[in-house]
């Protein structure tokens, strides 16, 4: 997918979120890092996805579904490149 679809996604996931309030107090209930776990997957969800359904990307890259055992193969790639950029990110601030 592209940046327009990332960013579509992205923004529609955090408005859900802005709506999702506890009705008795008129507040928030979410705490922060739930929120932004949400918008993150949102973000991340297509990340390196061809474009192709997992079916015709098994047939085409073998290997690379092997990987993942054939199962959701370019959803598990998308989270694996994501929470390893997550984690170079994460080292960087830990120095």
């Not at 929120?35 to 085409?60: C, Q, R």
Request: charge should be positive.
């Amino acid at each position: 997918h592209d940046f327009k679809h990332a960013s579509t996604v992205c923004t529609n996931a955090s408005k859900l979120l802005s709506t999702i309030t506890d009705k008795e107090i008129n507040q928030r209930t979410l705490e922060p890092l739930t929120n932004f776990a949400f918008v993150f997957s949102a973000l991340v969800h297509d990340v390196d996805h061809p474009g192709i359904p997992n079916s015709s990307l098994m047939k085409e890259k073998p290997r690379f579904a092997a990987m993942y055992k054939n199962e959701s193969c370019a959803e598990q790639n998308s989270i694996d490149l994501a929470w390893n950029l997550l984690m170079v990110r994460k080292k960087a601030f830990d120095r």
